[in-house]
């Protein structure tokens, strides 16, 4: 199961794109990339998730590298309701992190 | 239901006293997840079940915590002798594992649990 790394904390003004990222050099081939997030005193919320090819959905989009060590998680528009934090997972049994706290900024 | 459930959605009790966490899946999810969160911090995983497997208690932070899974539905999670450090937010989360390593869980809204 790989092990994601996270950034702790990251700052974006508001109307700019948040590019939040991901390590999972430990990544193997059938394990999926998921992406969550929690928005203060509610539960996570399901993002997007990714194998190999990047994917876009309503909300964000999802970058993987050719090696699938790494991923970053875009929301192309930032606004203030997008201050939460972000978990990157990318184990079968889809343990979460300590995430990366995401505060927009106006 | 439509989704994940707890109950109760706010629970204190006193120090020392046992305590029950219940959660109702939704219904056809074979996997079923516990974590808590104290306040400011992140998600700590506590359990995991998925079918008829062993569940994965490795999460557990001690022998006070005990959790199961009765007809692959419902879930009680039981904190017994509760410490003050035991206050939190236990959430719980549902999924449908597909084939392949794809699964996305589905959260209840947790149970508060505040130890006098």
């Known amino acids: 199961d790989a092990k994601t790394t996270q950034p702790t904390s990251m700052d974006c003004a508001e109307g700019r794109a948040a590019n939040l990222p991901c390590n999972h050099s430990?990544?193997?081939?059938?394990?999926?990339v998921y992406w969550y997030r929690q928005i203060h005193s509610q539960g996570p919320q399901y993002i997007i998730h990714g194998l190999k090819n990047n994917e876009t959905n309503e909300m964000a989009s999802l970058i993987i590298t050719e090696d699938r060590k790494s991923s970053t998680l875009i929301l192309p528009h930032a606004t203030l309701r997008d201050t939460a934090v972000y978990y990157c997972i990318a184990r079968r049994d889809m343990r979460f992190g300590a995430g990366t706290r995401l505060t927009v900024k106006p | 239901g439509a989704g994940v459930s707890q109950s109760p959605s706010n629970k204190v009790t006193e120090k020392g006293k046992d305590v029950e966490l219940r959660c109702d899946p939704i219904s056809g999810h074979t996997a079923l997840y516990w974590y808590r969160q104290s306040l400011g911090q992140g998600l700590e995983f506590l359990i995991y079940?998925?079918?008829?497997?062993?569940?994965?208690k490795s999460g557990l932070p001690s022998d006070r915590f005990s959790a199961e899974r009765t007809g692959g539905s419902v879930s009680t999670l039981t904190i017994q002798r509760t410490q003050q450090e035991d206050s939190a937010v236990y959430l719980c989360a549902s999924s449908s594992p597909l084939a392949g390593g794809r699964e996305t869980q589905y959260f209840g809204p947790g149970t508060r649990l505040l130890v006098l």
């Open positions: 430990t990544i193997s081939g059938n394990e999926y």
């Open positions: 079940f998925q079918g008829n497997s062993a569940p994965d």
